[in-house]
């Protein structure tokens, strides 16, 4: 018989056979939400996707105990930001990036839905301000080299000291935009998720797909003139990947989820658009009167 390998918030458990995992659940040892794995599946999930278990046996709580035995290799939590009980470093995040762009799917199923906002928010602002910054930098020097290209008309009587200041101090607020940011889209994506029954998981399962996806895909700005364009399409892509994966989902939930996103902030853009045309057809009436 497999023993089942259980892990909760990057800390293992132990091995257990079916039985003590089954009484253990019952005594509350044991969470749905632990991540467990035995031989042969191909990654970790939940305790509650368990569903031949034996039916617990009469035991007092917490009795369930490990099984001494020889270790074998299960497959690790990923992604590798997650794995480390120390503070992760470059490395992880170096590591990470390139399991979310090789092995998205893999990733994604592994990752613990569960552990904390403190992790997925330090990689997704290191990552997107590292190399937001970089191509801020790029718009820099396009822009000092020809100060129209981004800032029109607004460019004339600026001089070079003025430019690299607004440039840097964009750079420098990038932090506070990119965590405000994701906690946007993250809540968008879930409601949306909610509206076509693809939102399984709570909320942190939501952040966590987006924080490491986005992250990881904004690597892309690295890439001088089309890294900006190539961005946006990567984070889309594997972000519908991550979400489909971390929530156990169908595609096709996920895909409508983003339509019906797509379709909310574009009525909200035409709306607000409206408005405004609105109260400057007004005000323009008024004067004219």
């Known amino acids: 018989m497999a023993l089942i390998h259980i892990n909760r918030n990057r800390e293992n458990l132990g091995k257990f056979t079916d039985q003590d995992v089954a009484d253990g659940l019952q005594s509350g040892k044991f969470l749905p939400t632990d991540l467990a794995w035995q031989e042969p599946m191909p990654a970790w999930q939940e305790l509650s996707t368990f569903k031949d278990l034996p039916p617990p046996s009469d035991v007092e709580l917490g009795t369930a105990t490990p099984v001494a035995m020889e270790d074998s290799s299960p497959v690790s939590i990923e992604p590798a930001w997650e794995r480390t009980t120390q503070s992760p470093g ?20 592994q990752m613990p839905t569960s552990g904390g906002y403190n992790r997925p928010i330090r990689f997704y602002v290191l990552t997107g301000w590292v190399s937001g910054f970089t191509a801020v930098s790029y718009q820099l020097v396009a822009s000092l080299l020809n100060p129209e290209m981004f800032l029109g008309e607004a460019s004339k009587g600026l001089t070079q000291g003025t430019i690299i200041t607004i440039f840097l101090s964009v750079g420098l607020i990038l932090p506070l935009l990119l965590m405000g940011g994701l906690f946007v889209s993250a809540s968008l994506f ?13 909320f942190e399962a939501t952040f966590r797909a987006i924080a490491y996806a986005s992250g990881a895909t904004s690597i892309l700005q690295f890439i001088p003139l089309c890294g900006g364009y190539l961005y946006p399409i990567a984070n889309l892509i594997y972000s519908v990947i991550a979400l489909r994966e971390a929530h156990r989902t169908e595609m096709w939930r996920v895909v409508l989820a983003l339509l019906l996103l797509l379709i909310l902030c574009c009525g909200i853009v035409f709306a607000m658009a409206a408005v405004i045309v609105g109260l400057a057809s007004a005000v323009s009436q008024g004067f004219s009167k």
């Open 190 to 202: 879930h409601f949306s998720l909610r509206l076509v029954g693809g939102a399984t998981k709570p």
């Open 90 to 109: 470059l490395g992880d995040a170096i590591e990470t990036i390139k399991q979310v762009f090789f092995e998205p799917a893999t990733v994604f199923r």
